[in-house]
């Protein structure tokens, strides 16, 4: 093999490898690319998941939720020792499950306002602060609720307003 040759094959070796790596450089950034925001959309919702059979399943749950306003709560929240009284406005709303369910928790309204205000007035203004305290809060008037309006069932409680004075 003659030097001339061997540097036609080392020239062609290094023109194949230099396209193998700008398609390697250009086309695995965009795989990750596209990997990466298909994903994302999925995750938050812009991509729905499953099929058609899951839409109309799903279409049909949807039409029979019924949500319920209840009255607004304004309470005198449990002090911290000192005179300057702490105030909180709630505004809820429940999810239940079809009209049936609404009427219940239509009925029982003057329960679980009662339940709600026993629970409110033992609160610490400090125990409202962050997610985690409306988290809280949101899940133990869940469950208040439920307690009320047994045996019904309501899915959730929605905070539709919550001030602290």
Do not use: C
Not at 104 to 112: A, C, D, E, K
Not at 119 to 140: C, D, F, H, M
Request: charged residues 25%.
């Amino acid at each position: 093999m003659s030097a001339d040759q061997t540097t036609e094959i080392e020239a062609a070796g290094v023109k194949a490898g230099g396209r193998r790596k700008t398609i390697l450089m250009i086309g695995l950034p965009l795989l990750l690319l596209l990997g990466g925001g298909g994903t994302a959309a999925y995750v938050m919702g812009l991509v729905p998941p499953g099929n058609a059979a899951d839409g109309a399943a799903e279409a049909a749950l949807s039409a029979d939720i019924v949500f319920v306003d209840l009255p607004d709560l304004l309470i005198n929240l449990n002090g911290d020792g000192s005179r300057r009284m702490r105030f909180l406005k709630l505004a809820t709303a429940v999810e239940v499950a079809g009209e049936e369910q609404a009427a219940t928790v239509r009925q029982f309204v003057p329960r679980i306002l009662d339940s709600f205000h026993m629970y409110l007035r033992a609160v610490r203004p400090e125990e409202l602060e962050g997610s985690q305290g409306v988290y809280r809060i949101k899940e133990e008037l869940l469950a208040r609720t439920n307690e009320a309006i047994r045996p019904a069932q309501v899915r959730s409680v929605l905070i539709r307003e919550l001030l602290v004075q």
